[in-house]
């Protein structure tokens, strides 16, 4: 059997302005690497926290859920506060995404920058997505399929209490668009299901942001922090940082 050695948080320091990255749903810290090395090479300082669960098998992850992975957010936020830094911005990917628009909502922010954010998913198409992590995980740790068989039906009878919680923070989120004032980058990978791109303009005509920029990605799918436009996407979004009032 092989051990995975599980993902990790990371802090980049650079200068005083802060960033920070927050990851996708059964994903973890990698999706934000690229992104927060590129821009602490530009005099950023990065923090990524990795929620609860995130990076350890399906039936872990499973036992926490939104509420523990937004309070992993709010000590990431904190920390940056603790260790000195005034001035931060923060960028999501998916579910970070949503966590980045809550942040915006709820904490003290200089700019937002969403990627691939859903304005809305049912608790069962996140059920799917839990599904097919648990099954390439269990692949990864060198197991047969009869053992992967037998440990994906144990899992089909665990409750989902925490992917219900999960359509239930998207959806509260959405409803609270119009409390964002920041400034704000929406981006979406044209490759991707057309309810991302239907996602980013939902957020681009809700928020009340006097500068709001969106764009598509043509060669972008979902992850669009390690796809063929990434170059192009850290660009972006080293611009619009620079352009921000710190």
């Not at 092989?2 to 802090?11: E, R, S, T, W, Y």
């Not at 920070?20 to 749903?25: D, I, K, N, P, T």
């Not at 931060?88 to 998916?94: K, M, P, R, T």
């Not at 966590?99 to 304005?119: D, H, I």
Request: charged share 20%; aromatic share 10%; proline share 4%.
């Amino acid at each position: 059997m092989m051990k995975i050695v599980p993902p990790k948080p990371f802090f980049y320091k650079g200068g005083e302005q802060a960033v920070l990255l927050l990851h996708s749903f059964t994903s973890n810290t990698i999706d934000m690497k690229k992104l927060g090395k590129y821009l602490q090479q530009h005099n950023y300082t990065c923090y990524a926290p990795l929620y609860k669960g995130h990076g350890l098998p399906a039936e872990e992850l499973l036992t926490f859920g939104p509420t523990d992975w937004w309070e992993d957010v709010r000590q990431a936020y904190q920390l940056l506060k603790d260790e000195g830094y005034e001035k931060i911005a923060v960028i999501g990917l998916s579910l970070g995404g949503v966590f980045a628009l809550k942040v915006a909502q709820e904490l003290e922010v200089n700019g937002v920058v969403t990627m691939s954010v859903p304005r809305h998913r049912e608790a069962l198409f996140l059920q799917k997505r839990a599904f097919y992590y648990a099954k390439e995980y269990k692949r990864l740790e060198g197991k047969n399929e009869d053992q992967i068989n037998m440990e994906m039906a144990l899992l089909q009878n665990l409750p989902n209490h925490a992917l219900v919680e999960f359509q239930q923070l998207i959806d509260v989120t959405m409803d609270k668009l119009a409390f964002i004032t920041t400034p704000i980058q929406i981006m979406y990978g044209v490759l991707d299901d057309p309810l991302y791109k239907e996602s980013a303009e939902v957020i681009f005509h809700n928020v009340v942001s006097q500068h709001k920029i969106i764009k598509g990605y043509p060669n972008s799918k979902h992850l669009m922090t390690l796809g063929l436009d990434r170059q192009n996407i850290n660009k972006d979004i080293l611009t619009f940082l620079h352009d921000l009032t710190w």
